[in-house]
Structure formats: structure tokens, C-alpha cells
């Protein structure tokens, strides 16, 4: 099955696993939404909105920078609005988006979860395919 065309909204595709998945789909040609919090580098962590949008381009796709906070559905909602509004809807949603803390597990405090937003994920899922982005979803087809 070829991706060409289709439109994926990609939370946390600024680096690691989500972009690997972007470079990936964009090799068929596909539409990547990326939905990250980095828009400006980061002392330690590699990848932005921007340099994703760069990468997945150069790999074929046609990419949409979006900053991106999945804990906050305004901006979930935003995201969602402007790929719809972009691309003419939402084809595939990957829930990627993680936090990470670089530091050895014996050193990271007690309450690091609260970082993570306790249900983030399942948060941005709702969104994604709730509220905000059934409607870019169901008019795909």
C-alpha cells in the first residue's frame, strides 16, 4: 500500500521514532503533519518542528510544521484545525509523543511523571479522533 497523498498527523515527530515515521512515509510521497512542542533547538536534545518539516521534504513528503503541546487541547485542536485546513483532512493519526528525562533512572525524581501529564497520551487520542479530528477524519472517507 502506498502512501502517496495521504495526510498523517504525527504527534512528537520532531526527533526519534515519530520523525523516523515521517521520513518513512514521506519516502511515498505522503502529507506529514508534525505535531511537537520544539519549534526552537534544544541545548540537549537534537530536532525541531523545523528541521523535521526539512527532513521529511527532502525525503519526498510535503511537510506542516505545527507547534504542538498534546497536554493542552487548544492546542490539539489547533493542530488538527490547521492540517484539515491544509491537506482536506486527516488520513492515519500516530500518537507518538512521549517526554523523556536524561538523566540515569536512580537520579529522576520521584515526581517526574507529573512532566508526562498522567494521561497525555490517551488525552491527545481523544482529541485527535474526538472532538477535534473526527470530522478531518470522516470526511476522508
Known sequence: MSLKGKTIFIT???RG???AIAERCARDGANIAIA???ADPHPKLE???HTAAAAIEAAGGKALALQCDIR???SVQAAVAKTAETFGGIDIVVNNASAIFPMPTKDTPINAHQALGSDARGQC???VFGDAGLPALAGKG
Do not use: N
Open 12 to 14: 512528537g515527530a520532531s
Open 17 to 19: 521514532i515519530g520523525l
Open 36 to 38: 511537537a512542542k520544539t
Open 47 to 49: 530536532g525541531t518542528i
Open 72 to 74: 493542552d487541547e487548544a
Open 125 to 127: 487520542a481523544r482529541h
